[in-house]
């Protein structure tokens, strides 16, 4: 089984870490099949599985809920639970306790977004034994802030913001930080500069790994799709013709035939 020592080796030893979503356990034996050592089981099933428009609405229970179903198919890939929105802003007991359950419900890490404001929870979290990702750049959980899903970090002043909450997020404890949409050379220089892993998304190449959304890669879900995303298959359309043969085998009395009937 992946362990958080396991995952920080990877950067030492110059391996790629391949992170991937997940929400269910269909899903979750899928993606170890295929060999992935590590998954995230991201609120971004706000959006993907519940159809919000963003990840805010989502719960700690719901959180647990799917964590549970991950972390109890997973035979060895490292389980990431994210920490929703509201669990850990509003006070370091909160955050750790919620860091907890989520620890309880099968998780071996968890994931918070932001930086200066969060390292008194990270380091609280990590004192008492909770593994920490980290999240920089852009943060689904501040979208309003934000004005939308923009790029962040474009400007020096940013830049340079960024790559000092990636240095304090390492020294508060997080074994690995998640970069999302910032430009590909910054992300470089924060990799360089980090001796704990970075994994990018929407970061361009030079982070020590990959992470993307399980529907996305699959070509579930297009209602939104980033300039990052590369789908790697089609099964919307795959889906869709065959909800069609199956409408239509139906209506013309061809299904069910001889050989799916009893006798």
């Known amino acids: 089984m992946m362990t958080v020592p396991e995952f920080q080796r990877h950067k030492q030893d110059g391996k790629k870490l391949i992170v ?22 991201g609120d971004s099933l706000g959006v993907v599985v519940q159809g919000k428009k963003d990840t805010l609405s ?9 964590t549970k179903l991950v ?8 389980v990431i639970a994210d920490m929703p929105f509201l669990s850990y802003q509003v ?9 907890g359950r989520l620890l309880k419900a099968g998780a071996a890490a968890v994931k918070l977004e932001g930086g200066a404001a969060v390292l008194d929870r990270v380091e609280a979290m990590t004192r008492f034994g909770i593994p920490v990702m980290g999240h920089l750049g852009m943060t ?3 979208v309003h802030r934000y004005g939308g899903y923009k ?11 960024l790559v000092a909450d990636a240095k304090a997020l390492e020294a508060a404890g997080a074994f690995s930080i998640v970069l999302e949409t910032i430009p590909a050379q910054l992300a470089k220089t924060v990799t ?13 190449p030079h982070c020590d790994g990959q992470v993307l959304v399980l529907y ?17 298959a089609h099964l919307k359309a795959d889906a869709l013709q065959a909800l069609r043969r199956y409408q239509e085998e139906v209506e013309q009395g061809k299904f069910p035939s001889d050989s799916e009937s009893y006798h």
């Open 20 to 41: 991937i979503t997940a929400y269910d356990a269909l899903f979750t034996r899928i993606v170890e099949q295929a060999g992935i050592e590590a998954i995230l089981v």
């Open 58 to 66: 989502v719960t700690m229970d719901q959180m647990l809920y799917h």
């Open 71 to 78: 972390a109890g198919s997973a035979q060895r890939s490292l």
């Open 91 to 99: 006070s370091v007991e909160e955050a750790v306790k919620n860091a």
């Open 140 to 142: 689904p959980q501040s």
């Open 151 to 161: 790029v962040q970090g474009k400007q020096e002043e940013q830049a340079q913001a």
């Open 192 to 204: 360089e500069t980090l001796t704990v892993p970075t994994i990018g998304i929407g970061a361009g």
């Open 216 to 232: 996305d890669l699959l070509g579930l879900f297009d209602d939104f799709v980033p300039k990052f995303v590369k789908p790697y």
